[in-house]
């Protein structure tokens, strides 16, 4: 059985935390991606165990393959 897993650039503010509430509502787990940590963890917390981040500037491309392994694993 496959689980959808979803993931959200900026998911901790404006529309991004939009989508990331309405993924957990609807059952998804959510795996946001931002930079400030302390705002990822704090919508992670509030919205429970469905929602998961990682701290990470999406202006580093030549990190994003690692970024991807790191949220496979």
Do not use: W
Not at 7 to 32: D, F, N, S
Not at 41 to 64: R, S
């Amino acid at each position: 059985m496959s689980k959808t897993i979803a993931i959200v650039t900026g998911g901790a503010t404006g529309l991004g935390l939009a989508i990331t509430k309405k993924l957990v509502q609807e059952g998804i787990l959510v795996i946001m991606i931002g930079r400030n940590e302390e705002k990822l963890d704090a919508t992670a917390t509030e919205l429970g165990e469905l929602c998961n981040y990682k701290a990470f500037d999406l202006q580093n491309l030549a990190g994003i393959p690692g970024l991807i392994d790191e949220i496979h694993h």
